[in-house]
């Protein structure tokens, strides 16, 4: 399979990025310092590429019931410029994807699955949908975005927009989106990330996506900004609690082994695909393994697929797992017989044939004050 780039791909290069496989795109893992990148975004801000993500728009009278068939919430009541996170599942209720919805009017949706499950969603979308008055239309390939992430974003992002636009840019909530006039051209700015800090995500066409990288990285040079790749946007979005599709979930995964009984609406005549599944698993827990957080009592950190111990006994595996910069001691994730989940239960990491204590706790690990 021939690796995919984005429209970014010679910025990065002529910023001297490492790169790496994700997905089947070529993405840059660190410029310099993945500590430098984490500590930017946590202190000032950080601005990374997005743009193998997917963007699919559902559009028409039906749109809104379309999706609450095809997804495992309900979309008839998201006001029109919120956003919401919910998952699409699989007939036997495995999930898929996880996603963000942006309802941008009464008949309009954009639809934003993970890079590498983009062509599936929106085959997925369209095999749903075509019972309703609605359209689906795979604009990932078109669409670049770019997300500025930390405490001084609004500030560096208030820079390009006019400043007419710049109570609305203030005061917009988190999971809201707004279009917006950024650096005088059309942007879909939304308050939204996967860091665990205040930012906004820009969705433009490729062909915006190189001038505006680069008036964005100049408009927060003295502001702290930096690029970042996807190692310091995996370590944040772990601290964040944050989970990453193909570690945290899965297609052998439900919802409610993850935790996200919140996101799967089963009130009485909602229908959508996977439902009767998903009534049965959540009924029927026996057997199934659920989703903790974990803390290390030493300095050495779990990585994902080392076992999970108590007594000796493998009681689970790890899914992700690290050193946190902020924090300053190891984190992560494991699935973990459910006798084991309460937080404050003491457990073992097998570390390569060492076990290392780790105490299972609640997530998220950090959580920002400003």
């Avoid at 495992?72 to 996603?99: H, N, Q």
Wanted: glycine share 10%; aromatic share 8%; with cysteine.
């Amino acid at each position: 399979m021939t690796e995919r780039t984005t429209a970014l791909y010679d910025a990065h290069a002529a910023l001297g990025a490492h790169f790496t496989d994700f997905g089947g795109w070529q993405m840059p893992l660190r410029y310099g310092s993945e500590l430098a990148e984490h500590t930017a975004v946590r202190t000032a801000a950080g601005l990374f590429d997005l743009s193998h993500m997917g963007e699919v728009w559902v559009q028409g009278p039906d749109a809104a019931a379309a999706l609450s068939f095809a997804l495992v919430g309900a979309f008839d009541t998201l006001a029109v410029g919120r956003a919401k996170y919910s998952l699409i599942v699989a007939e036997d209720g495995g999930i898929l994807d996880d996603l963000i919805v942006y309802r941008l009017t009464p008949e309009r949706f954009l639809v934003v699955p993970n890079a590498g499950n983009a062509e599936l969603v929106a085959g997925e979308l369209t095999t749903r949908a075509a019972g309703f008055t609605a359209t689906v239309t795979d604009a990932s390939a078109h669409t670049a975005l770019i997300a500025l992430q930390g405490p001084r974003a609004v500030e560096i992002l208030a820079t390009l927009v006019p400043e007419a636009d710049h109570g609305d840019l203030s005061a917009l909530r988190y999971y809201a989106a707004i279009e917006l006039s950024v650096d005088g051209e059309p942007a879909l700015v939304a308050r939204t990330g996967y860091t665990g800090e205040d930012g906004f995500e820009l969705f433009i066409p490729n062909s915006r996506a190189a001038e505006l990288w680069d008036t964005l990285l100049a408009a927060g040079l003295t502001r702290g900004l930096i690029p970042c790749g996807l190692a310091a946007r995996d370590s944040l979005r772990l601290e964040a609690g944050m989970p990453l599709y193909g570690n945290e979930l899965t297609r052998e995964l439900t919802p409610f082994d993850a935790g996200f009984d919140r996101v799967v609406n089963l009130t009485e005549g909602h229908n959508f695909v996977g439902r009767a599944a998903l009534e049965a698993a959540r009924d029927d827990r026996t057997g199934r393994r659920v989703l903790v957080g974990l803390r290390g009592e030493g300095r050495r950190a779990a990585r994902a697929g080392y076992p999970i111990l108590s007594e000796g006994t493998v009681i689970g595996a790890v899914t992700s797992g690290q050193p946190s910069p902020t924090l300053g001691y190891p984190i992560g994730f494991a699935y973990v017989d459910p006798e084991f989940a309460t937080p404050g239960t003491p457990v073992q990491a097998d570390l390569r044939g060492k076990p290392e204590a780790f105490t299972v706790v609640e997530t998220p690990f950090y959580r920002r004050t400003r």
